[in-house]
């Protein structure tokens, strides 16, 4: 497996970079995802020249646009500096396969940081000023913020999205037709399972490949709609839709027995009596049995979307 590489903000990864001096680690990352991922930091308030301490800035709403702002002094303006910062490093982000940014910071939060009217009143919420750039200019990046990677089922997604964004990036399907629709084929039974209308318009989109110089092309829009459709996290029946579509294969291959036992499993989960984990098991263990006979299905991203290892897919 080639490792994952992604971009992270600095102070998740354990370095003492926020305005207190303080970090805030976060384990998964670094037990867990660490394993499978090379990390790169990114600390935007620090690579600007501010110091460790500092004062915390904040978002102001104005009459030109949200600035980020010196919270004591309300005057040192940082917003320039943070915006074209994110500028500088998107080059080094199209190398990274998703970033996992710092909740709430003003500069690094991907949404829901407080925005404060000119009377410094909390009013609404707005991404950090870094981090706006880098998802206005990277839109098919797959981002996750920190505080969101403590649901078992947005982790799931995320993951998800970084290996198939992986995937793109290293096979540059968008360079010939047959690698376009390779790829779209691998990721039939994901791609139903979590946006199916999305699943139909990208078949659509890929069927007339007949123009070379427009693959570049067609692959962008391919990617935007792929990246979108994945970050919907699936319902429970649009799981046991799909499941049972794989299961459809085995039709004349499994005994009525072994069949019951799999629609049993099925049932199981519908009904929130086992996780997800426990069905797709079941499927994997028959689709590799018989994964000669049924080399599309062996293919599918739906049933390997990352390392067995990272104990995901566990949501009941
Ligand atoms: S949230 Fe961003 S700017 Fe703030 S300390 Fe962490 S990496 Fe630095």
New binding site residues.
Partial sequence: MTKLNIAV????LG?E???NGG??RHRWLTDVLSQYADFT??????AIGMGIPRNPIRLIQTDVGIKAVDSVNLVDDYTAPLQDYAESVVPQLKDMDGYV??QG?P???MERVKLYSEKMIPEKNAS?I?AEVIQRELPFLPIEESGRLTDPNLVENFVQRLFVYQAWRREQPWQSAKGLIDFHARQKYLLMMHDYPTYKSLGQLLSDLSDKEKLPAIGDTYLQQLMAALKKVPKRGQRVNVMQHVLGYFKQKLSEKEKASIRRSIEQYQARQVPFIVPISLLKHYTHLHGDEFPYLMQQTFLNPYPEELGLRNPI
Avoid at 9 to 12: G, P, R, T, V, W
Avoid at 41 to 46: A, G, I, K, L, T
């Fill in positions: 903000s600095s102070c998740l370095s970079v926020r305005f970090h805030k930091s990114f600390c935007p308030e620090v940014l710092m910071s500069s690094c939060g950090g870094y």
